[in-house]
């Protein structure tokens, strides 16, 4: 049974547009949530995190919305470069382990 | 900065042989965690160390056993191998210790390949 669902497994974007990933999850008892980015043959490398205090966090060119009565959350990055081209895992923290997506492949294209 | 170190990064073992992966964690992290990667799947998690004592159990098979060392690195000992074993295994650490939520940061990853 998944509990953290992304359930687009790539987008394309323009350079210099909006990329949005998504990412649903099914525990209301999750209270924390990161976003990793990751290349091939390499670890997932931590992007951002949001707490269930806050809906919305931001750094930078990246900014992750929550929304706790749709259970669903959104990392925005804005301007999209081609240098974000990777794969996006969405995770939830319970009790310190991650659970985590399926990911999305994110092509930014020149 | 030091990042997460993992060795080996690839490893070729047969069927019912045993495979050692090692993780040495950021220094001053205090808790270090396992992950298992199929091919196409998403990380699952398998077991975590907090102050060198066993702190969460995911879906680890009975095969295979971790344990925190004094200097805070970890081992994953794998024995009879299956080929169902073959994915990427990673390791993170984070500092638990400064507060309720710690991100964790990724090593590199060692590919497990069972023949």
């Known amino acids: 049974d998944q509990q953290v669902k992304q359930n687009s497994p790539s987008l394309s974007v323009q350079e210099g547009r909006i990329s949005i990933l998504n990412c649903d999850y099914t525990?209301?008892?999750?209270?924390?949530f990161l976003w990793y980015k990751k290349y091939p043959a390499e670890g997932p490398t931590f992007l951002i995190s949001?707490?269930?205090?806050?809906d919305k966090n931001e750094d930078g060119r990246f900014t992750v919305f929550l929304n706790k009565s749709a259970k669903h959350l959104s990392l925005h990055i804005v301007p999209s470069q081609p240098g974000d081209s990777a794969v996006y895992f969405c995770a939830a923290d319970e009790g310190g382990k991650l659970i985590f997506g399926q990911g999305t492949e994110l092509s930014v294209k020149p | 900065a030091a990042g997460v170190i993992q060795s080996p990064r690839h490893l070729i073992k047969e069927k019912r042989e045993t495979a050692t992966l090692k993780c040495y964690p950021i220094?001053?992290?205090?808790?270090v965690y396992w992950y298992q990667q199929g091919p196409g799947q998403d990380p699952q998690f398998l077991i975590s160390?907090?102050?060198?004592?066993?702190?969460d159990k995911g879906s680890i098979p009975d095969r295979f056993s971790a344990q925190q060392f004094s200097d805070y690195h970890s081992e994953l000992n794998m024995s009879s191998l299956e080929l169902g074993d073959s994915a990427l295994y990673f390791c993170?650490?984070?500092?638990?210790?400064?507060?309720?939520?710690?991100?964790?940061?990724f090593g590199p990853g060692t590919r497990l390949t069972v023949l």
């Open positions: 949001i707490s269930s205090i806050k």
């Open positions: 993170a650490s984070s500092l638990k210790g400064q507060g309720f939520y710690n991100e964790q940061f």
């Open positions: 525990n209301s008892m999750f209270d924390y």
């Open positions: 220094p001053r992290h205090d808790t």
């Open positions: 160390f907090y102050e060198k004592m066993q702190s």
